[in-house]
C-alpha cells in the first residue's frame, strides 16, 4: 500500500473528521470506552468532572470528557462486529494517520479500548448480574478472516482445539482466537468471572435462538458451553469482542471487555431491568480507570 491513501479509502467527513465517528486525534483520549447502545453514552457524561467535546452521527454518539482528573471518551458503536470494523479501524486511523496528508504517522499512539455491555451466560453458576471479563474471545463472525495478519498473534492451538470439538459444518465461517490486554484485564477486572467471550454476527440464529427459523446447527450453545483449553471455558456469547480483539491486536491496541450478564441461557433467567446495575458497573471501571 502507498503512502497516499486515496479518497475513497480513507473517507472524510467535510470538517475533516472522520467519515462515521466524525472525531479526529485531539477529541480521543487515551482510554475509550466503547458501548453499544447510544443512550448508554449519557451514563459516562453525568459522570463526567468536565465535557471537552461531543457529537453524534447515526447510532455512534461520543463524549470526550474529565473523570477525577482522568481525560476519558465514551463512544457507542452500535451492535454487531460490522459496526466495530468501521469505529475501530477509525480510531485507529484518527491518532495514526495524518489525516490532512492522507499519510501513516511515525510515531504509534496506542489507545485502551474498553467494551462495557451486556452479554448472555453459557453456565447456570454465571447468574444474571455477574460481571464477566473477557480473558480471551472466540470469533464466529469471521471478521479477521478479510485481514491478512500473522497467526502467532492469534491463540492458534486454543482456536485448533475449538475447531475439532466443534466440528462445526462447511459453510461456517472460519473461527479466530484473540487475546485481551493482561494489563487491562487485572487493572479492571480483578474481580470479575475470567474467560472466554464467544461473538456471534447475529442475535437469533447465531447464537441458537429459534423463533421461526430452524438453526444450522441445533446444540450450538452446548458445543460451547462444553468445551474446556486447559480450564479455560467460555463463558458467555455476544455480538462485539471477538472484532474488538482482533483488530487491537493487529493494529497495535490495547483492549478489554467487561460485559453485565443480564441472561443465562442454560436457566432460561433474564435480568430486564438492569440499568441500575450498567450505571454502576460503569462508575466502578471510571474509578478504576482514574485510578491506572
Do not use: W
Amino acid at each position: 500500500m502507498g503512502n497516499n491513501l486515496k479518497s475513497s479509502e480513507l473517507v472524510l467527513a467535510n470538517d475533516g473528521s472522520l467519515y462515521h465517528i466524525h472525531l479526529t486525534d485531539k477529541h480521543i483520549a487515551d482510554t475509550v470506552f466503547l458501548v453499544g447502545d447510544p443512550g448508554r453514552v449519557a451514563m459516562f457524561e453525568e459522570l463526567f468532572e468536565r465535557v471537552e467535546y461531543k457529537t453524534q452521527n447515526r447510532e455512534i454518539c461520543s463524549v470526550t470528557g474529565v473523570y477525577k482528573g482522568k481525560r476519558i471518551t465514551a463512544l457507542s458503536t452500535g451492535m454487531g462486529t460490522d459496526n466495530i470494523d468501521i469505529v475501530v479501524n477509525e480510531l485507529d486511523a484518527a491518532v495514526n494517520i495524518d489525516l490532512a496528508a492522507r499519510r501513516p504517522k511515525t510515531t504509534h499512539r496506542t489507545l485502551n479500548l474498553i467494551r462495557i455491555g451486556t452479554s448472555g451466560a453459557l453456565h447456570p453458576d454465571i447468574e444474571c448480574g455477574s460481571l464477566v471479563a473477557s480473558e480471551y474471545a472466540l470469533g464466529l463472525d469471521g471478521l479477521l478472516n478479510f485481514y491478512a495478519h500473522d497467526e502467532a498473534l492469534f491463540e492458534k492451538d486454543m482456536n485448533d482445539a475449538f475447531a475439532r470439538h466443534a466440528n462445526l459444518p462447511p459453510q461456517f465461517q472460519k473461527t479466530y482466537l484473540a487475546k485481551g490486554s493482561e494489563k487491562l484485564l487485572d487493572a479492571l477486572a480483578f474481580d470479575c468471572v475470567k474467560g472466554i467471550t464467544a461473538t456471534a454476527c447475529g442475535f437469533y440464529g447465531p447464537q441458537g435462538r429459534q423463533l421461526r427459523l430452524r438453526t444450522a446447527i441445533d446444540d450450538i450453545n452446548h458445543i460451547l458451553s462444553t468445551f474446556n483449553y486447559n480450564g479455560h471455558r467460555i463463558t458467555n456469547f455476544e455480538m462485539e469482542t471477538s472484532a474488538i480483539y482482533g483488530l487491537a491486536k493487529l493494529l497495535g491496541h490495547n483492549a478489554l471487555t467487561v460485559c453485565l450478564i443480564i441472561a443465562n441461557r442454560p436457566t432460561g433467567k433474564f435480568l430486564s431491568d438492569y440499568h441500575p446495575q450498567m450505571k454502576q458497573t460503569i462508575t466502578t471501571m471510571m474509578d478504576r480507570v482514574a485510578a491506572m
